[in-house]
């Protein structure tokens, strides 16, 4: 490489004057370090009759660096990375779970209150879906960003069946205290 092409290259990749390419370098360096690393979701069978088992979910790729934080009952109770699941054991009762987004995301945060029974299994899906121009997109059919493109979260109780085909490629993540 020449001095004036070196010189060129050290200017354009320079990451204090070019915030930009530190981002993207950033991004690319950690890999899939957004989505979940434990192990692959194992169905446990809820055998206490104190307790209701309950499955908190995210199975989608988008937004792949964006982590939101799982309250319940304005508790932290984990970041729910994609591809990730955490379980809990909980009295009976009613719960409000919510996705608490970070400041600097876009998507408008869920809350949804759940009775739970002891002795029961609850799914708990959580997803990313998505505005434009008043027409609604989930799943896997999110539109490519558009002006006027709204995203916000939706937290919902999914049967066994459904959840478990949902679960299966998602891995584990251990949720923090209560």
Same mark, same amino acid.
């Not at 060129?8 to 200017?11: C, P, T, Y």
């Not at 990730?84 to 054991?89: H, Q, R």
């Not at 919902?156 to 066994?160: E, R, T």
């Given at each position: 490489?020449? $001095?004036?092409?070196l010189s060129?290259?050290? #200017?354009v990749? /320079?990451? +204090?004057?070019?915030?930009f390419i530190?981002? $993207?370098?950033?991004?690319?360096l950690? !890999?899939?370090?957004?989505?979940a690393?434990g192990?692959?979701?194992?169905?446990?069978v /809820?055998?206490? /009759?104190? #307790?209701?088992?309950?499955?908190?979910?995210?199975?989608?790729?988008r @937004?792949?660096y964006?982590?939101p934080?799982?309250l319940?009952?304005? #508790?932290?109770?984990g970041?729910?990375?994609?591809?990730?699941?955490? %379980?809990?054991?909980?009295s009976?009762g009613?719960?409000? *779970?919510?996705?608490q987004w970070? %400041?600097?995301?876009?998507?408008?945060? @869920?809350k949804s209150?759940?009775?739970?029974? @002891? !002795?029961?299994?609850?799914y *708990?899906?959580?997803s990313?879906?998505?505005k434009?121009? !008043?027409?609604? =997109?989930?799943?896997?059919i999110l539109r490519p960003? *558009?002006p006027?493109t709204?995203y =916000?979260?939706v937290i919902?109780? #999914?049967?066994?069946p459904? @959840?478990i085909?949902?679960?299966?490629n998602c +891995?584990?993540i251990?949720?923090a205290a209560?």
């Open positions: 490489m020449s $001095v004036n092409n060129i290259f050290r #200017k990749f /320079n990451t +204090r004057s070019n915030p530190l981002g $993207v370098l950033l991004i690319l950690s !890999g899939c370090s957004f989505n690393k192990p692959l979701f194992n169905e446990v /809820n055998d206490s /009759n104190e #307790k209701a088992l309950v499955y908190v979910y995210r199975d989608d790729e @937004a792949p964006r982590v934080v799982i319940i009952n304005n #508790k932290p109770s970041r729910l990375k994609n591809k990730g699941y955490f %379980k809990l054991s909980l009976a009613e719960y409000t *779970i919510q996705t970070p %400041k600097y995301i876009t998507i408008t945060s @869920a209150t759940f009775q739970f029974e @002891a !002795g029961k299994t609850y *708990i899906h959580t990313i879906n998505q434009v121009d !008043g027409q609604i =997109f989930t799943g896997d960003y *558009i006027n709204i =916000f979260s919902q109780l #999914k049967n066994k459904e @959840a085909q949902q679960l299966k +891995r584990q251990h949720p209560l």
